[in-house]
């Protein structure tokens, strides 16, 4: 397994940005596809992005367009670009790790078997 840590959260006016980092320890960053989860109190985790060893992207469509989930497998990071942020993107927001193969893009929070602890975003209006 790999260890998670996120960072960058905090608290922001709509239509402002975050960057949300996501950094890595133990096997292999980049032997993993990765992506970022959402829970905002009184509802299901949901998917935001997810990236394949490839770096073959995917977005729920409440974020195409708005951000963007590069990795960098030298500094063993994964990212979470958030730009144009509205008051509905406040949730508590969570890394996590998944062995898929080389062009896959894991889908379902079951596809993944490692999570970091969360970083809280909060937008205001």
């Known amino acids: 397994q790999v260890l998670l840590v996120e960072s960058g959260g905090g608290l922001v006016q709509a239509g402002g940005s975050l960057r949300l980092s996501c950094a890595a320890s133990?096997?292999?960053?980049?032997?993993?596809?990765m992506g970022w989860f959402r829970q905002a109190p009184g509802k299901e985790r949901e998917l935001v992005a997810t990236?394949?060893?490839?770096?073959?992207?995917y977005y729920a469509d409440s974020v195409k367009g708005r951000f963007t989930i590069p990795r960098d497998n030298a500094k063993n990071t994964l990212y979470l670009q958030m730009n144009s942020l509205k008051p509905e993107d406040t949730a508590g927001y969570y890394c996590?790790?998944?062995?898929?193969?080389?062009?896959?893009?894991?889908?379902?929070?079951?596809?993944?078997?490692?999570w970091g602890q969360g970083t809280q975003v909060t937008v205001s209006s």
């Open positions: 996590a790790a998944g062995s898929a193969c080389y062009y896959y893009n894991p889908l379902r929070s079951t596809d993944f078997n490692s």
């Open positions: 133990g096997r292999s960053f980049s032997s993993y596809a």
């Open positions: 990236i394949s060893r490839s770096s073959r992207t």
